[in-house]
């Protein structure tokens, strides 16, 4: 759907995160054109990634040592005091250059690939594989209406 907008950007979001500052859109453009660069993708939620690129904790010692903060452990951010680079910004909503819509292929790339998880899919084309590569923006106010 995106290669219909006729703007240079696009932004998906998850139907129950709205919008609540009216000029949201563009202060997201002017966060973009000044910090933005090739490939990156910018939104309110986002996960550094740990150890051996790993998503989630893989146990409960994990659990707890990635809530004290402990390297090499994935950090999971929403709605940060400032913004913070991360390796992937997840689907709940995601913003970036129509433009790059030419790096993220249509078609599966092997098993399994887009059933799961496809916001992960998105970001690691964006970035061609390069970690730390996004933004988890604070120029735009949100909020969770999930009932």
Known sequence: MG???KNDYIMSHDDDL???KEDA???LVKEYEERGHKGMAIGPYGVILGKNNL???KNV???GLQKLGSSGIPKHLSFPKKSVRVDIIKGRMIFFKKEELNNIPILPQGPDSFVLCDDIVINGHLAHGALGHHLVTTKAEWE???Y
Request: charged share 15%; proline share 6%.
């Open 61 to 63: 010692l994990s659990k």
């Open 144 to 146: 969770n209406s999930r």
């Open 18 to 20: 709205l919008i609540t």
């Open 25 to 27: 859109l563009e202060l």
């Open 55 to 57: 998503y989630f904790p």
């Open 3 to 5: 290669t219909f907008a």
